[in-house]
């Protein structure tokens, strides 16, 4: 059934949880020459809803032809990535897509009834939310970046594998 307006032009990003961040974007530079920037956030500069009061994750962000990949290692605390990968192992966790307006993408996303699992922000770079979407058999997340994100990756990012 069609219920109106498309969520996105495009699926822009691909989410993957994973206990190892360096096995997994080894694994990615080898098979793709995927080159990564890596960074953490914890509890200090984010908000997770759900998480506990102290959490940390990593995160490897690459480009494989246009499609930014998301590697995401949950290091301490209980988060949305960690509670997925005591279920469910390492593996595919969601469809990203980028917007302007993050309000508009999720009233679409509430109006096809998806369910909210997560909110959450990395202050002054981005703001997300992950909706279930019993359709698709994952979750989807509107994300909102902001222009600040190359001054962020430039004081708290690595590039891996390093030349």
Known sequence: MFLGQRLALKVDQLGIVVPELETAMDAYVVNFGVRFQVFEVDDTMSQFSGSTRR?????????????????????????????FLKQN?????????????????????????Y???????????????????????????????SNQLPVFLARHASIYPKI
């Open 55 to 83: 959490f940390r994750v990593r995160f490897g962000l690459g480009q494989l032809e246009g499609l930014s990949i998301e590697l995401i290692q949950p290091v301490s605390g209980r988060t949305i990535h960690q509670e």
């Open 89 to 113: 192992g390492a593996g595919f966790h969601h469809l990203g897509f980028y917007t302007l307006n993050l309000n508009a993408a999720r009233r679409k996303l509430d109006n096809r009834g």
């Open 115 to 145: 369910k909210v699992v997560m909110e959450g922000r990395i202050d002054g770079v981005a703001e997300f939310a992950y909706y279930e979407a019993h359709d698709l058999h994952c979750i989807v997340e509107p994300l909102k970046l």
